[in-house]
């Protein structure tokens, strides 16, 4: 069984719609696949109802986190979507997106980039707008090679010269409100440094504490002695490991089941989860 828990779709900064990302995630030999787009639940009812027979989508969203002055993302698992008061959280880290975004064009300009408003909001469609927009913006107009390359201190990197702050939730809080909606909780690439700072593992220890169920260990931007440390981490601390893809289309180099979790882990998300279920495709709409 091939399980990728990590992926994006135009609901956020993904290039694939919903539907095509889970007809390409069948195509890709996967058995599931989790839709996680940014602090959104959007792209879950049009994913559902293209899911191709034979691939299992399991619901979720990555949510925006901030420990420390360090930014970081929390995978959320198989969580009620309706629960108030993580919708409610969730709705606010998404309508701070917009000004930031405005705030982060006003800096590049300064900076003697010709970027709008109207560029990035055309690329961004009807998704979340993020920095993934911001950055294929400059990618359009040659300021730099690829998105990754707009991920540095000189542009859009944590404390970049064009890099402005959002609202992002403790993530404590971000654990405690997914927990009340009978979600599962999964660090997401805790090691990421070329992404900028990482949290320290024992901020991993005190999350883990506080109810966190597992850490990313299998991803593209940790090599294999990240991966290895994390994985002993992760056994000390009693979490579950999981593998994934971080799949966003076009926008970035990673490929569907590129990483995978191991089974048993996903059956023990599902065994905690108890605010949604992963959902098996009928196949009736693979070719729309």
């Known amino acids: 069984m091939r399980i990728d828990l990590h992926t994006h779709s135009i609901a956020s900064d993904g ?10 995630a069948a ?9 996680t787009d940014h602090d959104t639940t959007r792209g879950h009812a049009e994913a559902i109802g293209a899911l191709p027979a034979g691939l299992t989508l399991v619901t979720g969203a990555e ?45 590049l ?4 980039v010709p970027v709008t408003w109207e560029q990035v909001a055309r690329i961004a469609g009807d998704g979340s707008v993020g920095r993934p927009h911001i950055a294929s913006a400059l990618v359009e107009l040659g300021v730099v ?4 390359d707009a991920f540095t201190p000189e542009w859009l990197a944590d404390g970049g010269r064009a890099y402005v702050q959002k609202h992002e939730t403790d993530p404590f809080e971000a654990i405690r409100l997914v927990k009340a ?15 900028g700072r990482t949290v320290p593992e024992s901020a991993i220890a005190d999350l883990a504490a506080a109810g966190l169920d597992g850490i990313e260990v299998d991803h593209m931007d940790h090599d294999p002695a990240t991966r290895a440390r994390l994985r002993g981490l992760a056994a000390e601390l009693d ?27 996903y059956g023990e998300i599902i065994r905690r ?5 992963p959902v098996p495709g009928t196949g009736g709409a693979r070719n729309t």
């Open 63 to 107: 949510l925006s986190c901030r420990y420390d002055g360090i930014s970081m993302h929390m995978l959320a698992y198989l969580f009620d979507p309706e629960e108030p008061d993580l919708l409610a959280e969730r709705e606010l880290v998404r309508d701070d997106r917009v000004p930031r975004a405005h705030a982060m064009i006003a800096k």
């Open 273 to 277: 989860a108890t605010g949604a279920f």
């Open 181 to 195: 909606a009978g979600g599962v909780t999964v660090f997401a690439h805790p090691a990421a440094s070329k992404r």
């Open 109 to 112: 300009r300064e900076l003697g």
């Open 145 to 148: 090679g690829s998105v990754s």
């Open 27 to 35: 195509a890709a030999g996967l058995d599931v696949v989790a839709l």
């Open 239 to 265: 979490l579950l490991v999981t593998g994934s893809s971080d799949y966003h289309g076009s926008r970035k180099t990673c490929v569907l089941g590129e990483y995978t979790t191991d089974p048993e882990v």
């Open 15 to 24: 290039t694939d719609t919903p539907a095509e990302l889970v007809r390409n």
